[in-house]
């Protein structure tokens, strides 16, 4: 029988893991930079802890494990007997696999409020796990990389996350166009319209003008039961692309004015950054937790034309997270990067730099058996000198081992006969441009 | 309701991931080193990759993962109500989470045979999960991280892996022994000793010699079944530590012989350590499969007295990886180490580095909102100049702001107030003496 892995899952060949460990190392060097502090949770959480927090279909999404042992024997048989999986589930299974980072998150926070300083800054780059129906670029096992800060309503958070988002995809050499609203500002435009308790229709609708232009826009708030009145009075945001000219159509709310005031003080604060800023009253992001500003990032196609690629960031402020689980209310606001999809776009780019697939720096070959020992002792010296250095461990063929050579993709080779054993003096050929160079022991450590 | 987690999982707080990630870099650092490469397999996998592999008490101890949608629909009703959940079991569940990263990494290796350069040597640090009892030191889930080259038999192999687990034991300043055998040695004792047949039992009660005494030996050896003369031959065995000495008692035995002669080349090779190697027979390590070479690791307790804990290292050579996959025949040789349990030794021994719990360089306290926004720029320069830095995020009293600090574990503290705002001159209060500099925004951002 040939062996194989679950839908949706996947196995990582070394240089794939090399990539993405070069994508979560940059943003985890900046997560530390700006001071956010990792913490780990566990990959199963109690079904408790995960049920009702993202909604039906959430719900219905989640992998759950099933209890150890004789696991049917305290199940109720008639309703084993009527096949009611929904009634048996909870009997048969009580944990459950993350499905995402925020949820333990705020488990978390109020599990060890007493031991967390507040304003608790953190992050987490670890996999969550979705019962999604597999498609390309889809995965149910995949990562994210969130961080938050909860326990402060300061706007310099707000800030900070936007030059933390500009100088993640700076470091990588990606071009992006960081999209910034506020919440405050759509209640402001739905209570403008005379719509305050549409909200959700009304921005669902708008966050399609891209999609759908704004004649589809329109049709979808009809649809949806706005008001042609009030979709007149909508359609006046749509083109309107300056936090300046926005202010003056919701001066007559309070909310929206609020919006206003809190955007205008983030792009005050935010000073230069390398990628495009711009605010987007169409900006709306899928999660209704959302209070305050909202982000998302997407590839820069001024920069990188032809690359079709959603939302490669995002996040936002929430006015309550812990309340879910009896914690004090507290305000916070977070971002997360869309790994798998700032991977597929560095690759298309080719933005992932050489070293990124292999760190070996020398392998060596040995001609013979007696040069073998030689070149395991160097090989040794090498290593203690702190070079990352591999051997082939027999003395084959040199056209063999220099496909070896290739296959690990390494960068110098030493080659070693009884010629090189003897006097101590190695060639090193530089695999890239076919160079080659006569160095001593010394000088090979001392690089 | 409390939130809780499933018994035998586990939280970490940022100064416990910080240290983890120091043991978890310490040992990444050494198998780059050494030429290991990452790489990843998925938590789940299917329940027929690793049902079967670890015996009948690892198919009990396996997480299965319930099938998702309407689960029960195909199942056997007759079964269902009957709960017979052996029966029922894999009608409802086709995948489990991966008990150890070995069976994954065989299946791995069958499935990417024509995508990978042999000898392949990979490594793997990564959480597995096990439905064991918890208890004081043993987890449901917790993390495993193994070094593997399979596709050759050259001995060269154990040499680097014995002096990797040195160099890793140094690095981390713990002073540990590493023993070896050759399961060849333990093969030939057995057919000196007239019953090659009972190796395993041999072998079982030998390895208890620590902690039993000859005289308990001699008694499970009786037990089990090994006749009186058999058990004289075994007891000579038991006092020796040295190949030389082994030897001649193994003349006899082509195996043995064998085993003699490849730990010879090992420890021939190896070098100058910097802990103990200590050669063992009485190792035998409990998994079926080794068949060369077997390693163990423990605190080298003449340099550490009073730490009891048992193997924080181990491995061996096994003869076939991948045929239980259908692979062709692969021999292969692994080390493992016990990264929870150096972290009980470590903090035991206060051997983590200082710096292994907080990376934040400073944190930015202001006296007042004005000077809250010079604050907020200085600390986007140090950021960018590559600095880990935060800022307390409003002007809260200073008292409170220190407490944060401390909290924090920020090593300095630069106090702004309206006359360092001015005059561009910060002082910084290093945390631990107490000492205070004065320094100009050019003079931090140099440091």
Redesign the interface.
């Known amino acids: 029988?040939?062996?194989?892995?679950?839908k949706g899952?996947?196995?990582?060949?070394?240089h794939e893991?090399?990539r993405?460990?070069y994508i979560f190392d940059v943003i985890r060097q900046h997560f530390?930079?700006?001071?956010y502090?990792?913490?780990?949770?566990?990959?199963?959480?109690?079904l408790?802890?995960l049920t009702g927090k993202y909604g039906e279909e959430g719900d219905?999404?989640l992998?759950?494990?099933?209890n150890?042992?004789?696991?049917?024997?305290k199940?109720d048989?008639q309703q084993?007997?009527a096949?009611?999986?929904d009634a048996?589930?909870p009997q048969?299974?009580?944990?459950g696999?993350r499905y995402d980072l925020t949820v333990p998150f705020a488990?978390?926070v109020?599990?060890?409020q007493n031991?967390?300083?507040f304003?608790f800054?953190?992050y987490a780059i670890a996999?969550v796990?979705r019962?999604d129906r597999p498609q390309k670029g889809r995965y149910?096992?995949f990562y994210q990389c969130d961080a938050d800060v909860v326990g402060?309503d300061?706007l310099?958070?707000e800030?900070?996350l936007t030059?933390l988002l500009d100088?993640v995809f700076a470091a990588l050499g990606l071009k992006a166009v960081i999209r910034l609203n506020n919440r405050k500002i759509l209640a402001g435009l739905a209570e403008i319209a005379g719509h305050a308790d549409r909200m959700m229709d009304i921005t669902i609708a708008i966050d399609k003008l891209d999609k759908i232009g704004e004649a589809g826009v329109e049709k979808e708030l009809l649809e949806r039961g706005v008001d042609a009145g009030a979709v007149e009075v909508i359609k006046q945001f749509l083109g309107v692309t300056s936090l300046e000219k926005v202010a003056p159509l919701l001066q007559d709310s309070e909310v929206g004015r609020q919006g206003i005031a809190e955007l205008q003080e983030v792009f005050d604060?935010v000073?230069k950054l390398t990628n495009r800023l711009e605010f987007d009253v169409t900006l709306a992001r899928g999660l209704n937790y959302y209070t305050g500003c909202i982000y998302e990032v997407a590839v820069d196609t001024d920069a990188h034309p032809g690359i079709r690629m959603g939302s490669i960031a995002g996040g936002g402020r929430y006015a309550d997270l812990t309340g879910i689980?009896?914690g004090r209310d507290l305000s916070g606001v977070g971002i997360s990067f869309g790994a798998e999809r700032i991977y597929d776009v560095l690759e298309e780019l080719e933005l992932f730099p050489a070293d990124a697939s292999e760190?070996?720096e020398y392998?060596l070959l040995c001609l013979d058996e007696e040069t073998?020992?030689h070149g395991?002792?160097l090989?040794?010296q090498l290593?203690?000198a702190?070079?990352?250095?591999?051997?082939y461990?027999?003395a084959a063929k040199l056209g063999k081992m220099m496909k070896?050579a290739d296959?690990?993709n390494a960068p110098r080779v030493i080659i070693i006969g009884s010629r090189e054993a003897e006097t101590g003096q190695y060639s090193v050929k530089h695999m890239k441009t076919g160079e080659q160079e006569k160095l001593s022991l010394e000088e090979l450590l001392e690089r």
Chains 1, 2 share one sequence.
């Open positions: 029988m040939k062996p194989s892995i679950p899952t996947r196995d990582f060949l070394p893991v090399r993405r460990n530390h930079r700006y001071g502090q990792p913490i780990e949770t566990p990959v199963m959480e109690n408790s802890t219905r999404l992998f759950k494990v099933l150890n042992g004789d696991f049917l024997r199940a048989t084993l007997a096949q009611d999986s048996v589930l048969i299974s009580k944990r696999l488990r978390y109020v599990m060890h031991d967390l300083a304003p800054k953190r996999p796990w019962a149910n096992e402060s300061s310099l958070y800030a900070e030059q100088e604060r000073g689980f009896g760190d070996l392998l073998l020992v395991f002792d090989l040794r290593r203690k702190g070079h990352n250095a591999d051997l461990p027999e070896y296959q690990r």
